[in-house]
């Protein structure tokens, strides 16, 4: 027989496994890290209960326009990132339940070697499905991977584990990843696509490192093709990636600028208030009030409608509309300033006595 018995009774494979290793630190560390970010977040703005998409991009969520930037370490760090306290205690439980099963099986740098190549390849996915159309974080792509990996792990082992820990074990895991990826296609919101890619990943990865109860050893060739398989799916979904709406890069520097100007516009507007007072004070000449609309008002709506002009004008950006109206907002700001200043220093030329 291999099965492993102590006196008459077969060790659980719970026993069987601690005898492998007595603490998982790995799965704490995980969760301590997304809970640990998590909380910076909250300091840094993020909402407790829900965090908009501007937070969790800054944070380095996947979003297409932005990890086809440049910016594909968006893949790795969008896993530790949870868009509110529910969804981050849903997947630290299961990363809890699942992680310290996992981390036994296949020891601890196998398992976290799984966890982050499921992550990876769930966040691809996802960035394939959706990329141009939704902002995508959090571990369940990673998470789903280890649940890949222990039912791979079970399966094998299956003769080696007593049938009614089999049964719950591998029927409880194969239930819950089925009826999540269903929920997945009812639910709005949650990233199924990363489900499924970390659940794939995790299974092959899971077949390439595979350990065993037993002395039997996974063969070669099926470790070989577990991961060539993966590696080929990796180059073709990297082959059919949409290309992205926008440049993320236009877009921060639309922001950037539009912010700027705003700012600006302020400044701008109170120098037109101090110079509105001066006025009806009546002690200024029509030409000094001229000259420093011309200074306060008018050079600078000048300079910013030649520096909003000169920014990216793609209709598909987000803040395409906001530039146009601000670009409309100057031009007639300072069309009107013009003719403010030409008609204050006509009033001064028509004020002047004339010689004798």
């Known amino acids: 027989m291999n099965q492993e018995l102590k006196g008459d009774v077969l060790l659980s494979i719970y026993d069987r496994l601690a005898q492998r290793s007595q603490s998982t630190p790995v799965t704490y560390i995980l969760i301590a890290l997304n809970v640990l ?16 998409n501007d937070v969790q991009l800054r944070w380095g969520a996947n979003f297409g326009p932005a990890t086809q930037d440049g910016e594909w370490w968006r893949l790795g760090t969008a896993m530790f990132l949870h868009f509110g306290v529910m969804h981050l205690l849903l997947n630290s439980l299961s990363l809890w339940d699942a992680g310290q099963l996992v981390e036994r099986m296949y020891g601890r740098w196998r398992f976290v070697t799984i966890y982050l190549i499921a992550g990876l390849c769930g966040n691809l996915l996802s960035l394939v499905i959706q ?15 280890i649940y890949g990996a222990a039912l791979i792990f079970l399966w094998r082992e299956r003769a080696a584990i007593a049938p009614h820990e089999f049964r719950w ?27 499924i890619g970390g659940f794939i990943a995790g299974s092959l990865m ?107 004008h793609d209709p598909a950006l987000p803040s395409a509309q906001q530039l146009e109206g601000l670009l409309q907002y100057t031009e007639t700001r300072k069309k ?21």
Request: charged fraction near 15%.
């Open 37 to 52: 970010i998590f909380v910076a977040m909250l300091v840094g703005g993020a909402g407790f209960w829900h965090s908009p």
């Open 131 to 145: 990329g141009n159309n939704a902002v995508s974080g959090g571990a369940s792509g990673a998470i789903f991977g």
């Open 169 to 195: 074990l591998f029927g409880g895991g194969s239930v819950f990843a089925v009826i999540t990826i269903i929920l997945g296609f009812v639910i709005p919101g949650i990233d199924n696509a990363a489900h």
């Open 206 to 312: 899971s077949i390439g490192l595979a350990q065993s109860l037993t002395a039997r050893v996974m063969p070669l060739q099926y470790r070989g093709m577990a991961m060539a398989g993966l590696v080929l799916a990796c180059l073709v979904l990297s082959n059919n990636i949409p290309k992205p709406k926008y440049r993320w890069s236009d877009e921060l520097l639309l922001r950037s600028e539009i912010s700027a100007f705003l700012y600006e516009n302020q400044a701008i507007n109170r120098s037109w208030l101090e110079i509105v007072h001066e006025s009806k004070q009546g002690n200024q000449s029509f030409d000094a009030l001229a000259s420093k609309i011309d200074f306060s008002i008018l050079q600078p709506y000048q300079a910013h409608l030649e520096k909003l002009s000169k920014l990216p």
């Open 336 to 356: 009107e300033s013009e003719a403010l200043v030409q008609g204050l220093r006509q009033q001064q030329r028509r004020a002047k006595p004339s010689s004798p």
